[in-house]
């Protein structure tokens, strides 16, 4: 059974940092582009970072220079390390899987990140 099980989400204050993780099940990870996706109310959800398996890594403008993207192939296990974080990144946050041969996707159940003081 494909799981994406997402966790590390929470409330920070303006300025902090968080880690949210993305550990992998029933997929062949290292054959997977993983992302980070985020979603707030009546809005469409859009890309975070995306890393492929060679490592080739993309960013949405909003976050370049505060957010990095990582993978760990040996624990199936995708990060973003959020820095500097703003009111603005407040969302719900959702890991992806997508199939570099296949295109087929499969997500990840959401965690909360909400940045308040």
């Known amino acids: 059974q494909v799981r994406l099980v997402e966790s590390g989400g929470g409330l920070v204050q303006p300025g902090g940092s968080l880690r949210l993780s993305c550990a992998a099940f029933g997929i062949v990870f290292e054959t997977n582009t993983m992302g980070w996706y985020r979603q707030t109310p009546g809005n469409q959800r859009e890309l975070v970072a995306s890393?492929?398996?060679?490592?080739?890594?993309t960013y949405a403008d909003r976050v370049k220079g505060r957010f990095t993207i990582s993978r760990d192939n040996a624990k199936l296990t995708v990060y973003l390390q959020m820095n500097s974080v703003k009111p603005e990144d407040t969302a719900v946050y959702y890991c992806n899987a997508e199939s570099q041969s296949t295109k087929s996707q499969r997500w990840g159940q959401g965690t909360q990140v909400t940045i308040s003081s």
């Open positions: 890393i492929t398996s060679l490592g080739d890594i």
